[in-house]
């Protein structure tokens, strides 16, 4: 019988560990495993991503479950669905506080931060490189958007006056925009 990668099978047991705390999660709040991933991903998307479509893609899941799992969030309290002032037909998803102070209490999940506390600062940046370029090349092989960081994008920009800019829009972002996730995130190529 051939052996499963080590890496392929460290991945599916941290999986399985997160899943099973989320699922732990959903019991204590009448949400589902992929309702708390829902909420984590909008705490953590920026002005661009915050929309089903984007979030469906994230998760990767169809337009009719994202927005099945959205009317249970709403429903609940956990988040709030707006027009955009720019363009009426775009959906804006947002946290409630509600929604935010559950995350407080299960983000990072379980016994998680004091598990990666275990490791070196070196352990953990080679942990996280490491495990970054496998989601990229597991996302190009599948045809799917990175969702990275902007400060980690092609199209991230500082002007000497250090003020960011996102190049692909032209619109000025805040510090704290630039440590949030993007749908349209590009790799930086180095070169």
């Known amino acids: 019988m051939k052996r499963t990668s080590r890496i392929l ?81 775009v959906v804006r998803l947002v946290l409630t506080p509600k929604g935010r102070s559950l995350l407080e209490r299960v983000d990072p999940p379980g016994d998680w931060a004091a598990a990666e506390r275990s490791l070196t600062p070196t352990q953990r940046e080679a942990v996280a490189t490491g495990l970054e370029a496998l989601l990229r090349a597991l996302q190009r092989a599948h045809g799917g958007r990175a969702f990275g960081v902007c400060t980690d994008c092609r199209h991230f920009q500082t002007d000497p006056s250090g003020a960011h800019r996102c190049g692909l829009t032209s619109e000025p972002l805040s510090e704290q925009e630039s440590l949030l996730i993007c749908q349209d995130q590009e790799e930086r190529i180095s070169a």
Do not use: F
């Open 9 to 89: 099978e460290l991945a599916e047991r941290l999986g399985l560990l997160l899943r099973a705390e989320r699922r732990r999660i959903g019991t204590e709040t009448a949400l589902q495993p992929v309702h708390v991933q829902a909420l984590q991903y909008l705490a953590r998307c920026n002005r661009y991503s915050n929309t089903p479509a984007a979030l469906g893609a994230y998760l990767g899941q169809t337009k009719g479950t994202v927005s099945q799992s959205l009317q249970v969030m709403q429903r609940q309290g956990y988040l709030d669905k707006h027009e955009d002032p720019g363009d009426r037909r």
